[in-house]
């Protein structure tokens, strides 16, 4: 059982930066992943980054890779997402997943969700 609450969005004008959190409680299996998704009004969710929990091997999208950093901190049970050089079409619900499926890249591929944090990119 794992519980995910994340926190860190907020409105940016175009070209800024913004790091989100992702808090973690209970126990995660050697196998875990956490990954971030993300939402805009319309659209279907999309997948922007995972991590490897034990080992922190990261991936990401093609649409953020270069920009986003997707890290942890064991001691604190967070992971996070550094975003730069935001642009307007980074604007959308921004949300944590765990699961513990290999190389996840799918929502249906994750076992648990946070609520959401809202970013919004200004031009």
């Known amino acids: 059982q794992v519980q995910l609450v994340e926190s860190g969005g907020g409105l940016v004008q175009a070209g800024g930066s913004l790091r989100l959190s992702c808090a973690a409680s209970?126990?995660?299996?050697?196998?875990?992943?956490v990954g971030w998704f993300r939402q805009a009004p319309g659209k279907e969710r999309e997948f922007v980054a995972r991590?490897?929990?034990?080992?922190?091997?990261?991936y990401y999208a093609d649409s953020v890779k270069g920009r986003f950093t997707i890290f942890r901190d064991v001691a604190k049970t967070t992971v996070y997402l550094e975003m730069n050089s935001l642009k307007p079409e980074d604007t959308a619900i921004y949300y944590c997943?765990?699961?513990?499926?290999?190389?996840?890249?799918?929502?249906?591929?994750?076992?648990?969700w946070g609520q959401g944090t809202q970013v919004t990119v200004s031009s």
């Open positions: 997943a765990a699961g513990q499926r290999r190389r996840p890249t799918l929502s249906i591929e994750y076992d648990y």
């Open positions: 209970g126990r995660m299996s050697s196998t875990y992943y």
């Open positions: 991590i490897m929990w034990s080992s922190s091997t990261p």
